[in-house]
């Protein structure tokens, strides 16, 4: 029972060494209920810091998937122009974001993890505290301090073991959390960069898009200039096709 | 007996299970003493799932205090000695 039986010992060592205590032991109660409140609010806080860090994650899995996609139309168009080195580049790139978005998921998947467990220390401190609550109320009304001693006891030790539970488990989720963040930064930088290219900014471009494009206006203008030969040759028609055009819009 | 995994909650576990859950124990305690991490997150892992077959879910509402008390699931070796150390009966 080695493991279990030592920290059990020290755990409720702990718990009994932070209880205040006051001159009337029913005060305690009441000091005790205020510390309670303040670590359920911390918990609150705890959870919803973590789904912040949460939704920050799915927001930059979003928009590297997005540019994945986009290098990945790109490997496709390079490929239809016969540039196999650009469609070359634009795969390599793809495949460094697929490491990082790799990453991303397991933190995300972490960090989820991390959300339900606080959730559920908040749901049995909840019912704790509420407990407690009605504990301290019967104590008062019913008891006399010197009588009430023994039950506080009881009621004191049996919450303060659960608020050292949920002390240590905001304790790791901050530490986890703010592992997180730290990366996160790092990869909103990156992304800030250009150097995952950010697909939001539209003017500016990337080399890749820059050169498809090049090559796709030239080729506009090559189908164009063919399109107005072959027109030309013949004519008659030369005055049609763009009145028909017109026509149509009408 | 009461059993708390930390960071789970509390669980009703039959005294008869207790043995069972000895022998694993001893299994936990003997890889953080070699430091072993490898046989440790196992061993923790086989502890805590025991726990879990074997118990119930205590009442959420109940203020009673556990006999024993175990690490979280996702502890490492340091972890745990660092719970333990928190009167010094490891040193280190």
Redesign the interface.
């Known amino acids: ?8 010992l ?5 718990a009994n060494k932070a209880l205040d205590r006051a001159e009337d032991p029913r005060e305690t109660l009441d000091y005790s209920y205020q510390r309670q409140l303040e670590l359920l609010s911390n918990v609150r806080r705890g959870v919803a810091d973590v789904a912040t860090s949460r939704k920050r994650i799915e927001l930059q899995l979003a928009q590297l998937e997005q540019q994945g996609a986009k290098l990945q139309g790109q490997a496709e168009k390079s490929l239809q122009m016969d540039r196999e080195d650009l469609a070359r580049e634009a795969l390599t790139r793809k495949s460094a974001l697929s490491g990082q978005i790799e990453d991303l998921r397991t933190q995300h998947a972490q960090l989820q993890a991390e959300e339900e ?1 606080l959730t ?2 908040q ?2 401190l909840q ?2 505290v ?3 609550r009605t ?1 301290k109320e019967t104590i008062k009304a019913t008891y006399t301090a010197a009588e009430a001693q023994t039950r506080i006891n ?2 004191m ?3 303060g ?1 659960e608020m050292g ?1 949920v002390g ?2 905001i304790q ?1 989720a901050e530490d986890k959390t703010a592992t997180m963040q730290a990366r996160a930064g790092a990869i909103d930088e990156l992304i800030a960069s250009g150097a995952l290219d950010d697909a939001s900014s539209v003017n500016a471009g990337d080399d890749i898009s820059r050169e498809l494009e090049a090559m796709s206006s030239k080729s506009d203008v090559e189908t164009e200039l063919m399109r107005l030969k072959g027109l030309s040759a013949p004519a008659a028609p030369d005055a049609i096709e763009p009145g028909a055009g017109e026509g149509e819009q009408r | 007996m009461i059993l708390r995994i930390l960071g789970e909650g509390q669980y009703d576990v039959a005294d008869h299970a207790i043995d069972r859950l000895n022998d694993l124990d001893g299994a936990v305690e003997a890889a953080v003493e070699a430091g072993d991490e490898a046989a440790f997150t196992a061993a923790l892992a086989a502890l805590l799932d025991g726990v879990r077959t074997v118990g119930v879910p205590h009442d959420l509402d109940s203020l009673d205090e556990s006999d024993l008390i175990l690490p979280p699931s996702d502890a490492s070796i340091e972890d745990v000695r660092h719970l333990l150390a928190g009167d010094g009966l490891i040193p280190g």
Do not use: C, H, V
């Open positions: 029972m080695s493991i279990m039986k030592r920290m059990s020290i755990f409720r060592a702990k467990k559920n220390a749901k049995r019912a704790k509420e407990s407690f504990r009881e009621a030790s049996g919450i073991e539970d240590m488990a790791r």
